[in-house]
T-cell receptor
């Protein structure tokens, strides 16, 4: 079974600074997807970014980018120019590419605080 | 853009009662997923449906059942409720192998 580990329960960063959230995962599969979801105080789950395992290029979405290291099974999220609205719980998630097994497996989450 | 709709948003039930949660996926999405998020925990997968057929099953108690209807909406039925069932229940939808988009969740409180 696949597992996802986020070793940082809490992180904080000054507004406008850059912060990196860590995520590692364990799988025997070669084809899969990785995601970062954001959960603000409203508890809504918001997709931040997606990475396909077969792509070597790291995904980028505006101020959000990932560092995907397939061999190391590492998938970190970098948030540049942090804004107060980035404060939330961030979950790393894994999804198999096998048909019929598309559930998301989440890490424990990292609570990000933005200091003004 | 249309989002996933869940109803009700809040539900309070007593132990041993029954609850039904409803989910309306994004139009044209063919897959629906249910997740349970306990207090301070990450979401846990319960069950999913693809084209109205069960496609995957997680740690869903036998007291729970779910189905997807012809209009693609889904319902999660929970019977003999226990205090430990108190949680936020998310429905998500996707178009085949693409990203899962989550609804706002139903907060279930069992007293």
């Amino acid at each position: 079974a696949q597992t996802v580990t986020q070793s940082q329960p809490e992180m904080s960063v000054q507004e406008a600074e850059t912060v990196t959230l860590s995520c590692t995962y364990d799988t025997s599969e070669s084809d899969y997807y990785l995601f970062w979801y954001k959960q603000p105080p409203s508890r809504q789950m918001i997709l931040v970014i997606r990475q396909e395992a077969y792509k070597q290029q790291n995904a980028t979405e505006n101020r959000f980018s990932v560092n995907f290291q397939k061999a190391a099974k590492s998938f970190s999220l970098k948030i540049s120019d942090s804004q107060l609205g980035d404060a939330a719980m961030y979950f790393c998630a894994y999804r198999s590419a096998t048909q019929g097994a598309q559930k998301l497996v989440f890490g424990q989450g990292t609570r990000l605080t933005i200091n003004p | 853009a249309a989002g996933v709709i869940q109803s009700p948003r809040h539900l309070i039930k007593e132990k041993r009662e029954t609850a039904t949660l409803k989910c309306y996926p994004i139009p044209r999405h063919d897959t629906v997923y249910w997740y349970q998020q306990g207090p301070g925990q990450d979401p846990q997968f319960l069950i999913s449906f693809y084209e109205k057929m069960q496609s995957d099953k997680g740690s869903i108690p036998d007291r729970f059942s779910a189905q997807q209807f012809s209009d693609y909406h889904s319902e999660l039925n929970m019977s003999s409720l226990e205090l430990g069932d108190s949680a936020l229940y998310f429905c998500a939808s996707s178009l085949t192998h693409l990203e899962q988009y989550f609804g706002p969740g139903t907060r279930l409180t069992v007293t």
